[in-house]
């Protein structure tokens, strides 16, 4: 059975303004491919419904997405995981939803990563122009090679990333609602994949392979995906088959779910 996504990612003037950065950068990467999320989890889980508290707003007029407990948290404590990588930003239309089940917000302090628990306080840092920018983990993604971090417009513009496209950023963990490195729902997303057909043809391979997996194809914007899910979501189980995949197009790309 087809599950169809029901929210898309990066506008026209996010993918011009990383296409510029990268060529003034001149990086090695390979060429940026359409940044697609995940379809909702293969098993209907209880998702946040609430919305940013915009109480939450500080008086410098800053967009809500943490509280002042949150920044004397982060004020008060040491990073408790770190990783460096490059950052992008992007948006989705009106109506559509983070990954947590929150409604998606271009003006929260927010941002999508593959694999750390959703709701995780993080502290972001530009290692270019020091900005800086404590947020919260609402969405998954970026699914695109080279990339650890996607900020929405308002992460962003605090960090120092809108006009670039594309910064070298520093993620320092402060909080998770979960453990980082044990337990979780784990999956390999597959893509993307220019071909309906080739989706499928892989998706029906990967069932004949991983019986006891829950298999899925999806299609995103103009391009189609696959998501293989281990029994349980074990982590060790995602990990080895993200390893020995080796798609026609795109990538592999472990993430987590919960």
């Known amino acids: 059975m087809r599950v169809k996504e029901n929210w898309w990612r990066v506008g026209a003037p996010g993918i011009c303004a990383l296409a510029i950065a990268i060529a003034l950068a001149g990086c090695g990467h390979k060429k940026q491919q359409q940044y697609e999320p995940p379809p909702p989890p293969l098993e209907p889980e209880k998702q946040a419904t609430t919305k940013p508290n915009q109480q939450n707003l500080p008086a410098t007029g800053e967009p809500a997405a943490v509280s002042d407990e ?137 069932i004949k392979k991983y019986p006891d997996a829950k298999v899925i194809e999806f299609s995103g914007e103009a391009s189609y995906w696959v998501r293989i899910r281990p029994a349980e979501g074990n982590r060790k189980v995602a990990e080895s088959i993200a390893a020995r995949l080796k798609p026609v197009e795109g990538e592999a790309y472990l993430t987590r779910l919960d």
């Open 70 to 206: 949150d920044r004397k948290f982060v004020r008060t404590h040491t990073p408790i995981y770190t990783e460096e990588g490059y950052a992008t930003w992007y948006t989705a239309a009106k109506g559509r939803h983070s990954a947590n089940g929150d409604l998606f917000d271009d003006n929260t302090l927010t941002a999508a990563h593959r694999t750390l628990p959703m709701g995780t306080l993080i502290l972001v840092t530009n290692l270019k122009t020091g900005q800086s920018a404590i947020l919260r983990i609402t969405d998954r993604g970026p699914f695109v090679e080279g990339r650890i971090l996607d900020l929405t417009k308002a992460a962003a513009r605090a960090v120092g990333t809108y006009r670039e496209g594309l910064s070298h950023v520093r993620l320092d963990v402060y909080q998770t609602p979960k453990p980082i490195h044990s337990g979780g729902k784990w999956c390999v997303q597959i893509g993307a994949f220019k071909s309906e057909r080739e989706a499928i043809k892989l998706k029906e391979q990967l």
